[in-house]
Structures are given as C-alpha cells and as structure tokens.
C-alpha cells in the first residue's frame, strides 16, 4: 500500500514533506556552511549515543565543496504522533486554572493552588528527567571529538561572564534609551531594574570565581517548552538546530548544558505572565488576585523540573559535584536569556516588554543563586 506524500500548510522558516505518519522530510530553505547541528546531534543522540526521547533520525542529504566545506541541505526524521507541543499544553493548562470563569479556582491562597497541580507537576518532573537524560547522553565519551566531554577550564568560565557581563551592560543602556518609548505603566519597574546594575555585576562576578570541576558538552541551545512534544504523558524533544541568529559554528561549540536547564526555566516564567496579560487585558483589575496564583504555580513547575532533571542528569560529567555550583550557573544563563529576551521584545514585539523586564528584575532583586 502506497503512503501518501504530503505538504504541510505550516508557517515555517524549512520546506517540509510528510511520508504518510511514518517519515518527516525538512529541506532547509537558509543554508549555511557546516553541518547543520539539528542533523549532526540528531544522528549522535539516534545511533551512537542513543536517547529514545527524540525524533530519530533516518537520513540527511549534504553538498560538499571542492575543499571540503558541507553544506546540509536536507534532514530525514521518522514520524512521531503526537499530542502538540507543551507550551501550548502549558497555556491551556495555566488560563484554565486562572480563569476567574473555572467555577471554583478562585479565590484560593498560592497554597491551596499548589495541591492543584499534583497531575501537572508529576508530567513536567517527567520532563525535567528527560532533559537530563538527554545530557546525559550527550556527555557519553564516544571517542568522537566533535561530542566527548571536555573539562570547563576558567577561561571557559571568566568568557561566559564576561559575556553576560557585557550583555547586561548593552541591554540596561538600550533600556535606559528608550526609556521614554515604554508604557507610563512599565517606568518604574524599568527605572527600579536600572537601579540594580550595580548588584548584578557582583553577582556576576562571583560566579566568574568558581572553580569549575565539571565537563563542557554539546547541549540543545534553545531549548524550551515549544522545543518539546507531549506523548502519551512523556515528552520528546525536537529542533536541535540552536539559535537561528547565530553563525552554525557557534551552534555546535560546547558549553554546560545547564544553558538549557536556563532557557526551559524562563519558558515557566513566560507561560505564567503570558496567560496572566492575556487574561487581564480587560480587565486590569484582576491581576492583583492572580498574580500570586500564578507565582506559586510557577514555583511548582520549576520545582518539579529540577527535581526530574537532578535524577535524570545524575552520574553525568557535566553536572557540578556541588548544587550550589549548578545553581550559580542556572541563574547566570537565566540573566543571559532575559536579557536576550528584553532586546528581541524590544524589537519585535513590545507589547511582551514588560515580561522579560519583570523577569529580570525578579532575577535582580532575589539570590540569583535560588532562581532554580
């Protein structure tokens, strides 16, 4: 029997063919020199370190240049039935607590709420392990040098605070620039984050001063809740190309995976204040209310997550012998993500700004060593 051949009508960034429900083709529309990261870790994570909870992959077409240079052009993957992505899930999940239209969600105390969650927490532990499982995985010596492990050295470390170091820097200055283009209603909050650039480069600094006694591995690089799909009360996790905008070579370079562990903790934040906006365009009034709801249901779900991912990532290279260490580096990506995060808003999408600025002011004002 001959499997029908299909065009998805998505809007997406790749050209895609569907063999019936068993094969998925993605022909890249943007090439760019190297082998693209989504094809080269998924064929490690497939064949030879092998990690069921991702789309396996079955094959991928490549150019390669007189002098060497490969282009991918082409990712095969098999099919995988799915229930949507858990971000979406994540959404529906957190308005229809908070929906002041759920019959009796409200009003509860932020610890009631938390006993209302038990089925949700119990899926995202699930995922927290998956994710570091998949480090895991990725930290395997295999004897192929593009993946071994290879250990942090402090250089590694003073590079990667530097690097925030000068991201906070740029961004606060952007910040302080367009100041007077914000909402009325988000000058205080901002004014109140430009104030605390002084204590987040201390805090910075004294990460730059650890010792670091763990490994460096490839990671997903922009992993969140739409990188990952429900099934069947489990997850799998997809696109591992990294971060479009940034050049393939540095996609593929290895640092802590714990950058991923950073950028799935603020997708948490998103869903929360995301649900929050959406319910309390009209109605203002009730944000007072929901707020804490949503905070405690927040707390809830990264709980969960770490407490998954510790199991998960247990016995792994990668992971620092001490949990403080682990959290030190959780909250300085998470300071780099939500100042990633403040420049795109600002540029693509400012009615989101005030998100990314509240995050980062709940990162300022608190231990960033407890943001996990």
């Not at 019936?20 to 080269?40: C, D, I, S, T």
Request: glycine share 8%; charged share 25%; with cysteine.
């Amino acid at each position: 029997m001959e499997e029908p051949v299909l065009h998805p009508s998505l809007e997406q960034s790749n050209t895609s063919v569907l063999f019936g429900n068993k094969l998925f083709l993605k022909a890249y529309r943007r090439v760019h020199e190297g082998m693209n990261p989504e094809l080269e870790m998924g064929q490690f994570l497939t064949e030879t370190s092998p990690f069921p909870h991702i789309v396996p992959v079955a094959g991928g077409v490549h150019y390669e240049r007189n002098d060497g240079t490969v282009l991918s052009l082409a990712l095969l993957q098999g099919f995988v039935e799915n229930q949507g992505d858990a971000w979406r899930y994540t959404l529906d999940y957190v308005e229809r607590f908070l929906s002041p239209t759920a019959g009796d969600s409200l009003p509860i105390s932020p610890e009631e709420a938390l006993n209302r969650h038990a089925h949700y927490d119990a899926l995202i532990e699930t995922l927290g392990r998956r994710v570091g499982e998949m480090h895991k995985a990725l930290a395997a010596t295999t004897g192929d040098p593009v993946f071994d492990p290879e250990p942090v050295s402090a250089e590694d470390l003073k590079a990667w605070t530097e690097a925030v170091r000068q991201d906070l820097t740029s961004t606060l200055w952007l910040l302080r620039d367009r100041l007077h283009s914000l909402p009325e209603s988000l000058h205080e909050t901002t004014q109140r984050l430009l104030d605390c650039k002084g204590r987040l480069l201390r805090e910075i600094h004294a990460i730059s001063d650890f010792q670091p006694t763990f490994a460096k591995t490839r990671y997903h690089g922009d992993l969140h809740l739409g990188q990952v799909l429900l099934v069947q009360n489990d997850f799998i996790i997809i696109d591992f190309e990294g971060e479009p905008a940034r050049p393939v070579a540095e996609r593929r370079t290895k640092s802590t995976p714990l950058r991923d562990v950073a950028g799935m903790l603020r997708s948490f934040n998103y869903a929360a204040h995301a649900t929050l906006k959406k319910l309390t365009v009209e109605r203002p009034g009730d944000r007072e209310l929901l707020e804490p709801l949503a905070s405690a249901w927040e707390r809830g779900a990264r709980k969960a997550f770490m407490a998954g991912y510790r199991n998960g990532i247990d016995g792994a290279a990668s992971w620092p012998e001490q949990y403080g260490r682990a959290l030190g580096l959780i909250a300085l990506f998470s300071l780099e993500k939500a100042l990633y995060e403040v420049r795109y808003e600002l540029n693509n999408r400012p009615a989101w700004i005030d998100i990314p600025i509240g995050g980062l002011l709940e990162l300022a004002t608190g231990d960033m060593n407890a943001s996990a």
